[in-house]
């Protein structure tokens, strides 16, 4: 039902569709005005997402470029960036005793390269009113009005 959903989480869904932007789309139809979309997608740049043994290794991953511009394609606005998972999966009962101190040492030292994404959107209702182009006369134009 068209526009009946406050609130939408996706964890798994954009790293593995075929066709990203008519899935956002059919979330955006779907989201109340103002609806809102937490979405959690694979880091390009992460460790999880190069591995296949992680449930993050498989499909496509994306940078948070690529995921604004796929958002903004949607007519979804970005209203909060965070991320996660900067310890690599290393299953060592000496690394997974040391988990949060390492989560948050790699939050502080390298925040590019979690694993994860995740970003909470909002629904638009308008597009964005992009930067207009500058058009320009061509020559044979100019001539022709003489």
């Not at 779907?30 to 449930?55: C, D, Q, S």
């Not at 949607?74 to 310890?87: D, N, R, S």
């Not at 999966?89 to 502080?108: C, H, K, T, Y």
Request: glycine share 6%; aromatic share 6%.
């Amino acid at each position: 039902v068209d526009a009946s959903v406050d609130y939408m989480l996706a964890v798994h869904c954009l790293e593995a569709s075929e066709r990203a932007r008519p899935l956002l789309r059919e979330m955006w139809r779907v989201l109340k005005p103002e609806g809102r979309l937490l979405i959690v997608v694979p880091n390009r740049r992460g460790v999880w997402a190069r591995m296949e043994a992680t449930p993050f290794g498989h499909g496509r991953p994306y940078s948070a470029t690529q995921l604004e511009r796929l958002l903004a394609d949607a007519l979804f606005t970005p209203i909060e960036w965070g991320a996660a998972l900067y310890l690599p999966p290393i299953d060592r009962p000496l690394v997974l005793r040391s988990a949060m101190a390492l989560e948050r040492m790699g939050a502080r030292l390298w925040p590019a390269f979690a694993g994860l994404i995740i970003v909470e959107a909002k629904k638009e209702l308008v597009a964005p009113i992009g930067k207009g182009r500058r058009t320009r006369v061509l020559e044979a134009d100019s001539h022709a009005r003489d």
